[in-house]
């Protein structure tokens, strides 16, 4: 794996005997560097349950002007198929609740990832709803400076690990069920997603809070769920 561009949790609870995690999360430029490799390649990194058809295409629809203007701003809308798939590409993988939270210093007695003092506009991009409405479609067409911030933008909030924008901006993907935290195995196959809606076997553990955020929303030691798909 090429470690660049990325940090080392060295070893303790949550971590193991240490791992590397990405520095930022993964961006619109950087996702569409896969989108890329996959025109050229197909499917190679697909999960084997995927649903059909998933095509890990999701800046598709985006305009040219669009992504260039977000392309250091964190991807959204992505699938949890999307994420695995991406990490796969970069012959990584996504990281287990515990990872995460060893990124973000819980194990240290941390509160949020650069300490216990309450989140700030200077520490994080969070409670940022502007004049957003609630129809996800919606959220494509409105100004970038609405929504994310572009990776990195709060530097004084990177964890004791020296990972950024692990309380705010985006929420993260895990490769973690959020039942039980064990690793998240879906197979979908042919099944529609009325068929999955309420399997909790198929719900991921999804870390850090978003741009829309409260403040509890972006505690280190808060986890929701989202499908999988």
């Not at 409105?142 to 020296?162: D, F, I």
């Not at 197979?187 to 399997?199: C, K, L, N, R």
Request: hydrophobic share 40%; with cysteine.
């Amino acid at each position: 794996v090429d470690t660049a561009g990325m940090v080392f949790v060295p070893p303790g609870p949550g971590a193991g005997d240490g791992f590397f995690i990405d520095v930022h999360p993964v961006t619109w430029g950087d996702y569409q560097r896969f989108v890329e490799a996959l025109e050229e390649h197909g499917p190679l990194w697909r999960h084997p349950g995927a649903p059909a058809g998933e095509e890990h295409d999701g800046v598709g629809p985006l305009d040219p002007g669009l992504l260039e203007a977000r392309a250091d701003h964190p991807v959204t809308g992505v699938t949890w198929y999307d994420a695995w798939a991406y990490a796969a590409w970069q012959d990584k993988q996504l990281p287990t609740v515990s990872q995460w939270e060893a990124a973000a210093g819980v194990p240290l007695g941390f509160r949020y990832p650069w300490g216990g003092s309450p989140p700030s506009a200077v520490l994080a991009h969070f409670d940022h709803t502007g004049e957003v409405g609630a129809e996800p479609g919606r959220i494509i067409d409105v100004p970038a400076e609405l929504l994310t911030a572009p990776v990195g933008s709060h530097p004084g909030g990177a964890s004791s690990a020296g990972a950024h924008d692990l309380a705010g901006n985006v929420w993260e993907w895990t490769r973690s069920r959020w039942l039980d935290e064990e690793d998240l195995t879906p197979f979908v196959g042919v099944a529609s997603y009325y068929e999955t809606v309420g399997d909790w076997t198929m719900s991921a553990c999804i870390k850090g809070g978003s741009w829309a955020s409260i403040v509890p929303g972006v505690c280190e030691t808060y986890s929701t769920s989202f499908s999988s798909r």
